[in-house]
């Protein structure tokens, strides 16, 4: 086999999706231990690092997005709402909608149902399903519904 250098560019992006989704396996992963949630922890943050040296704003939301996942699902709610505060942030200053707005809606009513916000989660739960109706593929949107789903039966 014939040894190949990667670019710069192309190493920060493999290991950007190897993270995102070595970090994707961990959530759906029924019984984590302690060391597994860590792991889950510095793989997503390793993944937007990466995208962040060669990606493009949607990639810095949906790492960011995945952050807050992360961080929901530790019980670390703090930090949850920080980081789906900052992927909704990405996502209003880039224009971006459809799939991804839809999904920091998301990360923001799981955030908030964290924090025991009944309020907040209600609220970001609407939002995020009156965006999922600019979800044009009709795939995408079912995905986003059953994850939005989730949001209130994470107890």
Same mark, same amino acid.
């Given at each position: ?85 900052? *992927? ?32 907040? *989660? ?34």
């Amino acid at each position: 086999m014939k040894d190949q250098t990667l670019s710069v560019h192309d190493w920060h992006k493999k290991q950007a999706v190897h993270n995102f989704n070595a970090t994707w396996d961990l959530i759906e992963k029924n019984e984590r231990t302690t060391a597994d949630d860590l792991l889950m922890i510095h793989t997503a943050h390793a993944s937007r690092f990466h995208w962040g040296e060669i990606g493009t704003p949607v990639e810095f939301a949906r790492g960011e997005w995945q952050i807050s996942r992360v961080y929901a699902l530790t019980g670390m709610a703090e930090s949850a709402v920080y980081h789906a505060k900052h *992927c909704l942030e990405i996502c209003t200053d880039n224009q971006i909608g459809g799939f991804d707005l839809a999904f920091a809606y998301e990360a923001l009513a799981r955030a908030y149902y964290a924090c025991n916000n009944r309020r907040k *989660c209600n609220y970001y739960f609407e939002k995020a399903k009156e965006a999922a109706d600019h979800i044009e593929k009709m795939e995408d949107r079912d995905y986003f519904l059953s994850e939005l789903d989730s949001v209130n039966s994470q107890d």
